[in-house]
Each structure stands twice: as C-alpha cells, then as structure tokens.
Antibody, heavy 118, light 106 residues
Framework: EVQLVESGGGLIQPGGSLRLSCAASGVTVSTNYISWVRQAPGRGLEWVSV???????YYADSAKGRFTISRDNSKNCVYLQMNSLRAEDTAIYYC????????????WGPGTRVTVSS | IVLTQSPDTLSLSPGERATLSCRVS???????LAWYQQKPGQAPKLLIYGTFNRAAGIPDRFSGSGSGTDFTLTFSRLEPEDFAVYHCQQYEDSPSFGQGTRLEIK
C-alpha cells in the first residue's frame, strides 16, 4: 500500500525538542519532494518545510533556525527535528508528498499531534 | 502570499449549489492554485489543481474557476459527503493556504 505515516508527536514543555518521523511505503522519499505541513487547533494549514530529491531543504519563516528536515534513504523516512518549541507550535503535523510537476500535495499521512505546554 | 477564503462557514442543504471563494493577496498564475477537502479527523485531500483540473477520482460536480487574484470552487449539487472544510492553496511561491471554509449541513 502506498502511504505516509507520521510518528513522534506528544506533549512537550516550552523550550523542549522533539523529532517527528514520516515513514513511507510504496513511495521512495529520495526521489520525491516531501513536506511537513501543520494545522494548529481550529486553524488553517501552514506549510513548514520541504526536502527535495536533490537534498535541498527550505523552511517557512516560523521554522527557520529552530526546525531541521532530513531523510534516511535506507529507512525510506523523512524527519523533522524541532528545537526551542513554543506554545504556538502546537498543531497536528502532517507529512505530504509534493507533486513535482504541479506543486500540489497529492499524498498525505494521517498526522501526528504535538502539544507544547507546561 | 496571503489567501483569504470566504465565507468562513456556509450552511446549505444537500442538493443545493455551493460557491466558495479564495482571494489571493497578489496576482498568481492560475496554474498554481489548488483546492483541498478535509473531513473531521482526517488529512486534507487534493480536489482541484491548476485552478480547474480535478484530481484523480474527483467527481465532476466539483469545479474550479478563476484567475489573477480571485478563484472559486463550485459544487453543482451538494451530496451528503461533501460537507467538510475546504482549503485553497497557492504554490507559485512558498506554499500557503487560506484559513478554510467550513461547509455545513443546514
């Protein structure tokens, strides 16, 4: 089955760190563009970061300097390392595949919930 | 690039026609405008790309239109399974989304 599955979410105190994982099956992360998109409670979607097939990475301003996207080709997995977490980072985090020709997100995982609170 | 959707909530009955709006803060190429459907507890699902192209498996009661800064998602006749939240997205620049429109049963 072709799917993306996120893990690693949870409750974390402000200032803490968390690493999210996106495990892919039926799709090869090294040849695709994989993004992280988040959704705060009751809010819209916010693109966070992307890793391209050539390994280049890009971040939203809200993530620059605090979040790092990476991948492990041998595990077919993409990661989001989140440091210096703030209450406003509380959200469901989705990994999604970006269609290279269209720029749309055509495959999504079910999401993992991150709550930043003391 | 900021996207503003209207209305925030739309209350209609099955069988009715629905029109959702997405206004973009600057002119974009219509090739880079998409719509997604999101049901409670689920991830978004791609409906429309390139302003008017339906994604695979999307029924023809969904249609997209627009250009420049104003884009529209239209439902010719609402089915019970269409009641959900709809998001527009631009991908001419770093991807950004509208705040969403909730389509609810009246």
């Amino acid at each position: 089955e072709v799917q993306l599955v996120e893990s690693g979410g949870g409750l974390i105190q402000p200032g803490g760190s968390l690493r999210l994982s996106c495990a892919a099956s039926g799709v090869t992360v090294s040849t695709n563009y994989i993004s992280w998109v988040r959704q705060a409670p009751g809010r819209g979607l916010e693109w966070v970061s992307v890793i391209y097939s050539d390994g280049s990475t890009y971040y939203a301003d809200s993530a620059k300097g605090r979040f790092t996207i990476s991948r492990d080709n041998s595990k077919n997995c993409v990661y989001l390392q989140m440091n210096s977490l703030r209450a406003e980072d509380t959200a469901i985090y989705y990994c999604a595949r970006e269609d290279r020709s269209q720029g749309t997100f055509d495959m999504w995982g079910p999401g993992t919930r991150v709550t930043v609170s003391s | 690039i900021v996207l503003t959707q209207s209305p925030d909530t739309l209350s209609l009955s099955p069988g009715e026609r629905a029109t959702l709006s997405c206004r973009v803060s600057e002119t974009i190429n219509g090739q880079y405008l998409a719509w997604y459907q999101q049901k409670p507890g689920q991830a978004p699902k791609l409906l429309i790309y390139g302003t008017f192209n339906r994604a695979a498996g999307i029924p023809d009661r969904f249609s997209g239109s627009g250009s420049g800064t104003d884009f529209t998602l239209t439902f010719s006749r609402l089915e019970p399974e269409d009641f959900a939240v709809y998001h527009c997205q631009q991908y001419e620049d770093s991807p950004s989304f509208g705040q969403g429109t909730r389509l609810e049963i009246k």
